[in-house]
Nanobody
Framework: QVQVVESGGGLVQAGGSLRLSCAAS????????MGWFRQGPGKEREFVAA????????YYADSVKGRFTISRDNAKNTVYLQMTSLKPEDTAVYYC????????????????????WGQGTQVTVSS
């Protein structure tokens, strides 16, 4: 079992930056591939970024590539999402997800790939 808790959301003006954190706990938390997803108003949840358990492999949605950076600190069992050049269309609830991957160093980008989810943190970008 892995518990995932997001933090760092808030209100920011367009063009601004924000850093989200995702703290994972549990027996296998350090051996998890992690992902960030978001769900905007009236929209389905969509993939944002993913990182393998070692941190050596990352993958981004086209809509955030070049603006968002995913990273992790395995000593703290924490994953980060640095968001820059924010746009109003980035407004959403951002969710962190974890998938234990004890045998591979892959990343995953589909909702169904992940086993554990946080409650989400709201990010609002004003124009």
């Amino acid at each position: 079992q892995v518990q995932v808790v997001e933090s760092g959301g808030g209100l920011v003006q367009a063009g601004g930056s924000l850093r989200l954190s995702c703290a994972a706990s549990g027996r296998t938390a350090s051996a998890c591939a992690m992902g960030w997803f978001r769900q905007g108003p009236g929209k389905e949840r969509e993939f944002v970024a993913a990182i393998s358990w070692s941190g050596g492999r990352m993958y981004y949605a086209d809509s955030v590539k070049g603006r968002f950076t995913i990273s992790r600190d395995n000593a703290k069992n924490t994953v980060y999402l640095q968001m820059t050049s924010l746009k109003p269309e980035d407004t959403a609830v951002y969710y962190c997800a974890a998938r234990p991957t004890p045998y591979t160093d892959d990343y995953y980008y589909r909702n169904n790939d992940y086993h554990y989810w946080g409650q989400g943190t709201q990010v609002t970008v004003s124009s």
